[in-house]
């Protein structure tokens, strides 16, 4: 994994603004359907998948086709 100089990871900050606004926008679907909760669940399961497609972006393995382990996302 490449690292900066103050030992978090290049490239992160990006997922970490993603999943701010993420976790903004399921509040917000969550005060419009009046349920925070629900909102908020979404926004964590939405951000879980953003940082598999992001780390397997920064990974170059995106459409990866390997019979013996699976299609990779």
Do not use: C, K
Request: glycine letters at 16%.
């Amino acid at each position: 994994m490449t690292h900066s100089g103050t030992g978090w990871p290049r490239g992160r900050t990006y997922w970490l603004l993603g999943s701010v606004v993420l976790l903004g926008a399921g509040i917000l679907f969550g005060l419009v359907w009046q349920n925070v909760w629900l909102g908020l669940l979404l926004a964590a399961v939405i951000s879980l998948g953003w940082l598999i497609a992001f780390e397997s972006n920064r990974g170059r393995n995106v459409g990866v086709n390997d019979p013996d382990n699976g299609v990779e996302l």
